[in-house]
């Protein structure tokens, strides 16, 4: 089961895992931002485990989100309407609004 | 030639032609294919313990290296132009990608493939910020600029401009997606077929499809 669905809001969590060293794989740039689930793309082995040799399981969601631009860069130009996607496990998910 | 010509240090620029002269040598470059670094060295062990271990033998490598080196941007191709000339061959390649794509002979692996449409409304651009995750068994080994810090930041923050500089005007009322691939997907675009093929033929088509519009750098023109 997933916790969430297609067109679910979303946040991404702000902070940087508490014992380094770490292998993250939601980019900087995205952290604490609000976004809409694009699809559920399944489930997979964490790769925040799989890089140290760990089994990775049990397998773990993993979404796209879309964000839209304005949101990200403040200082973005282009059109209004333009995006960005990218893949987010579940571990990094809060609903929006539900965040601590 | 003055006697001591040919002693002189090469400092000067070389912006001048010589007639061919026996007596004057130009430093020769080195090689680049005798420094065994770290990760060479490190390469070198791990295949030929894995060879002695029997786990691995040369042949399997080569195999996989001719493997790898088979999967070239003409695939790709292949498979955009049957979606151009196919409405049903499409909407499985969005719904079912590996299915579709092994219609067309090649077999996608273990990817995880999402096939994003080019429409009049919005235009898609593929990255991988935190490294250089891209669809290598459809198309191939990426080019050295998709791997570049330079487009990994700047595409994500600034894709119209980084399109500008491919040549590529997306125009202010279309939308633009860009693609961070970050964990398991690999992304594969199917560019807007253009404008007077519609007489052509499958292989006509997909003669014109080249690599940078399946990443969405840049669009296919007749």
Redesign the interface.
């Known amino acids: 089961m997933t916790r969430f669905a297609a067109g679910d809001r979303v946040r991404v969590h702000k902070q940087f895992p508490p014992t380094p060293p770490s292998h993250i794989r939601t980019p900087y740039y995205i952290r604490g931002l609000s976004g809409t689930v694009e699809r559920v793309c399944g489930a997979f082995r964490n790769p925040e485990e799989l890089a140290f040799g760990r089994p990775g399981t049990p397998e773990v969601p993993l979404y796209r989100v879309r964000f839209r631009q304005k949101d990200v860069w403040p200082d973005y130009d282009g059109n209004e309407a333009d995006k960005i996607e990218i893949e987010i496990f579940e571990f990094w998910l809060d609903a929006e609004g539900d965040e601590a | 030639m003055s006697g001591d010509h040919h002693h002189h240090h090469h400092d000067h620029d070389h912006d001048h032609l010589h007639p061919y002269d026996p007596e004057h040598h130009h430093p020769h470059r080195p090689d680049q294919d005798d420094t065994m670094t770290y990760y060479r060295l490190m390469e070198e062990a791990v295949r030929e313990l894995m060879i002695e271990k029997g786990l691995v033998t040369q042949d399997d490598i080569r195999a996989e290296v001719e493997a790898m080196d088979a999967r070239v941007p003409a695939n790709g191709a292949k498979v955009v132009a049957r979606a151009w000339t196919d409405p049903a061959f499409k909407k499985r390649l969005i719904e079912t990608p590996k299915e579709a794509i092994a219609e067309v002979g090649h077999d996608i692996g273990p990817m ?1 493939l ?1 096939v994003l449409e080019n429409t009049p409304e919005v235009h898609n651009v593929v990255v991988c ?2 490294c250089s995750c891209y669809p290598r068994w459809i198309l191939g080994i990426p080019p050295d600029w998709y791997k570049s810090r330079s487009y990994r930041s700047r595409v ?5 401009t980084v399109l500008r500089e491919f040549g590529t005007e997306i125009a ?14 690999r992304y594969f675009v199917l560019p807007m077929r253009p404008a007077g093929t519609e007489g052509m033929s499958e292989a006509e088509l997909a003669a014109l499809v080249h690599r940078d519009s399946m990443i969405g750098v840049t669009e296919v023109s007749a």
Not at chain 2, 156 to 160: A, M
Not at chain 2, 172 to 185: L, Y
């Open positions: 995880k999402v910020t935190l994500v923050r600034e894709p119209r202010d009322n279309r939308e633009v997606r860009v693609h961070d691939s970050t964990a398991d997907m």
